[in-house]
């Protein structure tokens, strides 16, 4: 039977500047994060830049596994391109989310949030990744709940 390939999904997001406060990051600035990140395609296997707020996410599928020091560095140049931009453009906030000048291998206790999970590849599989600004884990629980646990949305628990 042939070994299914280990695939990891990195979710990395930070707050390197904002339009008028806390609202959206500006289109130069989440430009210069593509841009950043399409320069080291080869190491991913595809991206997404999105943002929430004021947040940029960066959403990689690879298979380097979790807290690769590659993949975090790759974040970290974005988000500091990203800040170079904001920086220029005046925006609000520029790299707040960036606490230490310099990369240390990982992105973990530096300011931007991140989410990993490696699981082996399957046909057809999907997954959703809930972005979120100025808000708690506990804002999800309504939701999971009326998705999974209430027999009005979820006829399998009859």
């Not at 807290?67 to 974005?78: G, M, P, S, T």
């Not at 530096?110 to 699981?119: D, I, K, Q, R, T």
Request: negative net charge; charged residues 25%; contains cysteine.
């Amino acid at each position: 039977m042939k070994e299914a390939m280990k695939i990891t999904v990195s979710v990395i997001k930070a707050d390197v500047g904002g339009v008028g406060g806390h609202t959206k990051p500006s289109d130069g600035l989440l430009d210069t994060v593509k841009k950043t990140v399409e320069n080291s395609k080869d190491l991913l296997i595809d991206y997404y830049i999105g943002y929430c707020g004021d947040d940029v996410h960066i959403v990689m599928s690879h298979t380097k596994g979790v807290d690769n020091q590659q993949i975090h560095e790759l974040a970290w140049k974005a988000f500091e391109a990203g800040t170079q931009t904001a920086k220029q453009e005046g925006l609000y906030g520029a790299g707040q989310d960036l606490l230490k000048d310099s990369f240390s291998g990982n992105v973990k206790g530096m300011g931007p949030g991140v989410a990993e999970l490696e699981f082996e590849e399957r046909p057809n599989e999907a997954f959703t990744v809930f972005a979120a600004d100025k808000t708690e884990p506990g804002a999800f629980n309504y939701p999971f709940y009326r998705m999974f646990v209430d027999a009005i949305s979820n006829t399998g628990l009859i």
